[in-house]
């Protein structure tokens, strides 16, 4: 069964700081993966998504992340950060012989301070 | 129209109670998920319709009981319930196959509490 680990449980930032967020998966096959946010009284919606291809994906609002598959991780990056990217945030993965079945990590909160 | 709608937001029950969930998706997937979210936690997979078919069921308990009328619609049926069933609980749609990869469209969720 695949699995997936976000090592940051609570990040806090300064705005215009530097974000990275990190995700591993851990499956052999082939994967798509994901990333969603949660804001706060919102629902679940995706950020970014890689399935094939430039394994730099970018996504809204300023968000990128990459795959690197020998390191079998996912890691989010922002550039520059803003009060308005407080959030929950999920990475998840699911595998291509079975995407219906998404399984996503624990989550990292990231409060930005303004 | 890219919302999933669920209905309702906020529900209390008893743990004698039956109560429904529902959920509608007006974007032509055909694929539609049950999730539980527990405070702080990620989403956890409960069930799965593709094609209104029962694909998955994550060895849900049968307290809990969905159902795909039709292909916009999703319902949990809800029969004594523990306090410990007390979560979010989201819908999400997807259009099944390699070339669409399994987007999630999630609701907002039912906020469910059993007293």
């Known amino acids: 069964a695949q699995s997936v680990s976000q090592h940051n449980h609570h990040v806090i930032l300064s705005e215009a700081a530097s974000l990275e967020l990190g995700c591993n998966y851990s499956y052999g096959g082939t994967v798509n993966l994901f990333w969603y946010v949660q804001y706060p009284g919102q629902h679940l919606q995706l950020l970014l998504k890689y399935f094939s291809g430039d394994p730099l994906v970018k996504g809204i609002k300023g968000f990128e992340a990459e795959f690197i598959k020998s390191k079998f991780s996912f890691n989010l990056r922002k550039p520059s950060v803003q009060w308005s990217d407080t959030a929950e945030y999920f990475c998840a993965v699911n595998r291509r012989t079975n995407a219906g079945k998404s399984t996503f990590g624990d989550g990292t909160t990231l409060t930005v301070k303004p | 129209d890219t919302e999933v709608t669920q209905t309702p937001k906020h529900l209390v029950m008893g743990m004698t109670n039956k109560k429904s969930l529902k959920c509608e998706q007006h974007m032509g997937h055909r694929a539609m998920y049950w999730y539980k979210q527990k405070a702080k936690k990620p989403p956890e997979l409960m069930f799965v319709y593709s094609y209104e078919k029962l694909s998955i069921n994550e060895s849900v308990p049968s307290r809990f009981s969905p159902e795909c009328p039709n292909s916009s619609l999703l319902n949990l049926h809800l029969h004594a319930l523990q306090p410990e069933d007390s979560a979010l609980y989201l819908c999400?749609?997807?259009?099944?196959?390699?070339?669409?990869?399994?987007?999630?469209?999630f609701g907002s969720g039912t906020q469910l509490s059993v007293l």
């Open positions: 999400a749609s997807s259009q099944p196959g390699r070339k669409y990869n399994e987007k999630l469209f």
